[in-house]
């Protein structure tokens, strides 16, 4: 072997290691940009259940206040007979 063929088999071994290592970055990018899609997903989901349960909550809390009110109504009208 003389010396052109011994840096052409290096080179060619650098190309196969940087062909793997350019396939295995583009991989690790794919994969990431799918996990991240599905937590954009998550994410929205999660927003639209946040909003459902605050409009909930809401609404628990407006008849909450309502029976309040009825019965302060109730005890002013049983203190008036009295």
Known sequence: ??????????????????????????????????????MRVDMAKQGQENKELYSHIQRIDNNITEIYRKLDDLLIAVNRKN
């Open 1 to 38: 072997m003389n010396g052109a063929e011994i840096i052409d088999i290096l080179l060619g071994a650098v190309a196969m290691l940087g062909g793997a290592i350019i396939k295995y970055m583009f991989s690790r990018v794919r994969d990431n940009t799918e996990k991240l899609d599905q």
